[in-house]
């Protein structure tokens, strides 16, 4: 696997350039810091090439530094980083980094004005001394032409399009840049004030029944329009608990439902009826200031969603999709374009499922008469879950709503506080799933462990062979002084060993005289004594051993026994075997 050089300044020394392949940039960071090291060090010209060759660590640079020493030390530092690049990067560099220029734009770049411009100001110094680079009349009409619609209309109508000088151009269209990025800011966060407090981003009101998509009345006019604050939200909140409705609250919210992204793009479905007769209302600011102050209990919470996998009859591969984890629906339902894009076969219920919509004091019948064969897979494909059936229904809030029926089925158990569907018969965890590592790597065989053996041998053999050369032109090699052979010392080494093996002789012949009737030799087996001193029988091992046993009333057995165990267990007495024989 190939890695990119790079340039290590040290400090007082040359720059290292590391192994790798070498791009345009890292030649060009390499070249200028060893024009800073010359400057520093008041290296002369004819010793620049050498003095900054021991920096180079890539072996196959030094091998063609190692093949032509001689030529490549005697150039100039130009003509050998003219040499380098021309060796040792891609044919085609400068038509990659000219593209580079001339396909990237503001918008794509995600980043400030700023930075974008710098960006291809050293693009464009990778190409100095090239045919290919740009003067300041072409970039700077290249910066004008790939800017993003906002920053090019504030263009279009200022003076600073007519500024023929690049750096105050640059400067002045990086202050109309962070203007933009403060105002887009400041929308962005009266945008989100204004979610927050349930208002619509078209008509700019707070806590109404619909979103800008839906929204009845327009925008604002302009004449006269105050930008909306937090007082003006907490004062309609204020005047919404504080009105009195007119009939008995019964309400739904339902919306057409497309793929849904997020926790946030599933509507709201509700049914709200109180039990009493009575109207609520209240004059005072009690209930208000009671409500303001209980910011602690939830009135929100996410729901469970769960990114799933389902087969296709047509594809090869499973289709992703999301599904809703509802364990109060008693039943499975799947949108009608889901089961048109997988094309799965739908079945006739027997007796058609009617639905009930209601929305003030209207009712609407829907009547549901399909059902499809549903099966899910996680997303790891380490876990799918038991065939059930879903109902075709139009216009849900999300691809599948996975209910009651479902969740019995499968095992699943849910906890809402902790966030997690579990399965447990398995023990996985739908909504939290375990991290699966990749198996590790196989054990290469003997014949590639040989093959790479050998070609790491071939890389060190090179990499000895320069460091030898090396050590051989810039160091001044001395042959080892060997001192000449010392011919009394070996005679006197000599003739301590000589001695020390005669005193161990003679203490040997000692001892053997002292204890001579240990060392005679053993007589022959016929000179012998054949006088019997004694004998050794030895024993019947097929012979079967009697146990003593004595006699006991058979009255007292269990006590005895249950004596007997109790002294076995305090220790007082141990069983003792008796010996064969």
């Given at each position: ?14 720059p ?6 070498i ?43 190692t ?6 030390i ?21 038509d ?7 396909t ?9 004005f ?8 050293k693009l ?61 800011k400041?929308?962005?966060?009266m945008?989100?004030?204004t979610?927050?407090?349930?208002g ?14 839906q ?15 937090l007082?003006d ?24 439902v ?22 609520y209302?209240?004059?005072?600011d ?9 910011v ?13 996998q389902v ?17 109060s ?9 889901l ?5 799965l076969?739908k ?26 064969k ?18 075709v229904t139009p ?6 709503i ?8 499968n ?7 902790t ?5 447990k ?37 090179a ?16 042959p ?7 011919v ?16 161990l002789?003679e ?36 012979r ?25 267990d ?12």
């Amino acid at each position: 696997m190939s890695t990119t050089a790079s340039v290590e300044p040290t400090s007082g020394k040359a720059p290292v350039l590391t192994a790798g392949d070498i791009s345009p940039a890292v030649m060009m960071d390499f070249e200028n810091a060893a024009l800073d090291f010359f400057v520093a060090k008041s290296v002369p010209a004819e010793k620049q090439v050498t003095m900054i060759i021991p920096g180079i660590k890539d072996l196959r640079i030094r091998n063609w530094i190692t093949a032509e020493c001689e030529r490549i030390i005697a150039l100039s530092f130009a003509n050998f980083v003219s040499e380098l690049c021309t060796n040792y990067l891609q044919q085609d560099w400068e038509d990659q980094v000219h593209n580079d220029i001339l396909t990237s734009t503001l918008s794509t770049s995600k980043t400030s004005f700023w930075n974008w411009s710098q960006h291809l100001l050293k693009l464009n110094c990778l190409l100095q001394g090239t045919p290919s680079v740009f003067d300041e009349a072409a970039l700077c009409n290249h910066l004008e032409v790939h800017l993003d619609d906002e920053l090019k209309g504030r263009l279009r109508n200022s003076e600073t399009r007519k500024d023929k000088n690049f750096k105050t151009w640059v400067a002045a269209v990086c202050l109309m840049d962070e203007a933009c990025t403060v105002e887009n800011k400041c929308q962005h966060e009266m945008i989100e004030e204004t979610l927050e407090h349930d208002g619509c981003t078209k008509c700019r009101r707070f806590y109404t029944d619909h979103r800008s998509q839906q929204c009845p009345n327009g925008f604002p006019v302009g004449k006269g329009y105050k930008t909306l604050t937090l007082n003006d939200a907490l004062a309609t909140k204020k005047s919404k608990a504080t009105a009195k409705p007119s009939s008995k609250p019964v309400a739904t919210t339902t919306s057409k439902v497309e793929t849904v992204d997020s926790d946030d793009d599933i509507s709201t479905a509700a049914v709200v009826l109180l039990h009493s007769p009575a109207k609520y209302g209240s004059d005072s600011d009690e209930d208000w200031e009671m409500s303001d102050h209980d910011v602690s209990l939830p009135i929100h919470a996410k729901h469970l969603i769960w990114n799933c996998q389902v087969n296709s009859l047509t594809d090869d591969f499973p289709v992703k999709t999301r599904t809703l984890i509802d364990n109060s629906a008693h039943l499975v339902l799947i949108h009608l374009e889901l089961v048109k894009k997988l094309t799965l076969k739908k079945y006739c219920l027997n007796k058609p499922e009617v639905v009930n919509v209601a929305f003030g004091n209207e009712k609407n019948e829907t009547k549901l008469y399909f059902y499809i064969k549903l099966s899910v897979t996680s997303l790891d494909s380490t876990w799918t879950s038991q065939s059930v059936r879903a109902i075709v229904t139009p216009g849900l809030c999300t691809p599948i709503i996975l209910g009651l029926p479902w969740l019995e089925h499968n095992n699943i158990v849910t906890d809402h506080a902790t966030h997690t569907c579990i399965d447990k018969k398995n023990n996985y965890d739908l909504l939290n799933p375990p991290v699966i590592l990749p198996p590790p790597p196989p054990k290469p065989k003997l014949r590639e462990q040989i093959k790479s053996t050998k070609a790491d041998k071939k890389l060190v053999l090179a990499e000895l062979m320069m460091v030898c050369n090396d050590h051989i032109r810039h160091l001044n090699l001395k042959p080892e002084e060997v001192k000449e052979f010392n011919v009394a010392g070996a005679i006197r080494d000599r003739i301590e060993i000589l001695a020390l093996q005669e005193a161990l002789k003679e203490k040997e012949d000692t001892m053997k005289s002292d204890f001579k009737y240990i060392f005679e030799p053993i007589p022959h087996v016929n000179e012998l004594p054949q006088d019997v001193v004694a004998e050794i029988r030895i024993k019947d091992a097929e012979r079967t051993i009697k146990s003593c046993s004595y006699p006991s009333p058979q009255k007292y057995k269990e006590a005895w026994q249950t004596l007997i165990q109790q002294h076995l267990d305090a220790g007082r007495i141990c069983l003792v075997l008796p010996r064969l024989g």
